[in-house]
């Protein structure tokens, strides 16, 4: 019997892909080091596990409104004041289970069929099939190695058609990690305004950021922009809460009621027990934040001097999120062991099954001649993994 093409079509996320079967490895009993997880290595606060605890204790465990509970969703609104000096209201906020599901409900509810949305290359591996999946059409954007992989106007005109609906901007960026600054942003911002075309502000990392940068929400800057741009934004990388689920997104009224409309048929409200320990989250103490940023900060520091002492390897450089993309075009269409390494799924593959080294190959971001590594690990782990990259490397014929 056929099944739906449109699923057929969908590629399983090769992110989450790699990451269990790592950890699958590391169970049997494999020493394997993994540089695949997106995920801090950091358990959650444990102020925002007490809260998570007193608030089933006080048999806070049934159904939510669909959208999220009003005391987040207000807190949500005094965080984008805090932070990004963004004025939302309350039903300006969709909250939903992880931003994966905050990027799914905003396709959804603004692709008709044949609708394009530009999404650079680089990108973060569920974008193109995400907007697939709501009836979309990706459109890839090419970007230059000169420029950090970060869009230009040429670039971005080159592409546009009027059947562009929205744009997709994430910075800080996975896997690239380059942030983009004020004026690139007004850029960005103008042509979505020439366009009329939406902007889709993926600004999970925003607090994951070093070397004394700035995040700036592309909202911000003005009131077109504002009006023109949905922002997500989620607790996993934040607070190391990526098995609790939640991500939220500030759009217009009308946008926000659509996407609450779909939800509420979907999965209803994100667990009530996370929105709860999620308030604490926004509105506790921030050490151990600071902890873990200055420690990625440490780790990556750390990554790219052992990075640079490796032959015939270069990177991009990061300033935040925790991934390294590493170039091996040098050892693309090369063998080890009588393996055909022509591209980086098989330099991955063989890596893994060699050295025990998890990684991501650049193909899932569309990029195929790099590797992304995440620094979301151990200073140990990283020597070790680095060491064993360097001595399969040596190998490659
Ligand atoms: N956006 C980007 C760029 C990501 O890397 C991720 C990965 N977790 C997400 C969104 C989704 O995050 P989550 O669903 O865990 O909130
Ligand atoms: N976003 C993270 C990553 O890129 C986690 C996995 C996922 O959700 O894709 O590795």
């Excluded at 999620?278 to 052992?306: C, H, Q, V, W, Y």
Aim: proline residues 4%; contains cysteine.
């Amino acid at each position: 019997m056929e099944l739906s093409r449109k699923a057929e079509n969908i590629n399983p996320s090769i992110t989450l892909e790699i990451t269990a079967k790592a950890k699958e490895l590391k169970n049997s009993g494999v020493d394997v080091v993994s540089f695949g997880a997106g995920e801090p290595d950091f358990n959650t606060p444990q102020n925002i596990i007490n809260a998570a605890i007193k608030a089933m204790e006080e048999g806070k465990t049934k159904y939510t409104p669909a959208g999220g509970i009003i005391e987040l969703k207000e807190t949500i609104c005094d965080k984008f004041k805090t932070d990004n000096n963004l004025f939302y209201k309350p039903n300006q906020i969709t909250i939903s289970t992880g931003a994966k599901q905050c990027l799914a409900n905003v396709f959804m509810a603004i692709l008709n069929p044949g609708d394009e949305v530009l999404i650079p290359i680089p990108y973060w591996v569920s974008y193109p099939e995400l907007v697939k999946l709501a009836d979309g059409t990706p459109v890839f954007v090419k970007t230059s190695k000169e420029n950090n992989y970060k869009y230009t106007l040429e670039e971005l005109e080159s592409v546009v058609t009027d059947k562009t609906k929205a744009i997709i901007l994430n910075s800080p960026n996975n896997p690239t990690g380059t942030i983009y600054h004020e004026e690139e942003l007004r850029i960005i911002a103008d042509f979505a305004k020439k366009h009329d075309i939406l902007i889709i502000s993926d600004e999970i990392y925003e607090k994951l950021i070093y070397d004394g940068e700035k995040h700036i929400s592309i909202a911000s800057l003005n009131e077109d922009a504002y009006d023109r741009t949905i922002v997500i934004n989620g607790v996993s990388k934040t607070y190391a809460m990526t098995g609790w689920r939640l991500g939220y997104v500030a759009a217009s009224e009308k946008l926000t009621k659509l996407m609450t409309s779909i939800q509420s048929h979907m999965t209803s409200n994100v667990n009530t027990v996370t929105q709860y320990a999620t308030i604490e989250a926004l509105t506790g103490p921030k050490e151990n934040l600071e902890k873990m940023i200055n420690e990625f900060e440490s780790r990556r520091n750390f990554m790219l001097d052992k990075l640079s002492k490796v032959n015939e390897v270069s990177i991009i450089k990061p300033n935040g999120a925790f991934y390294v993309m590493v170039n091996i075009e040098k050892y693309l269409n090369t063998t080890f062991k009588e393996e055909k390494i022509n591209n980086s799924l098989d330099f991955a593959r063989v890596l893994l099954e060699e050295e025990k080294v998890a990684v991501i190959p650049g193909s899932g971001f569309g990029l195929d001649n790099y590797i992304r590594l995440s620094y979301a690990t151990s200073i140990e782990i990283i020597e070790k993994g680095i060491d064993r990259l360097s001595i399969f490397l040596s190998k490659i014929k």
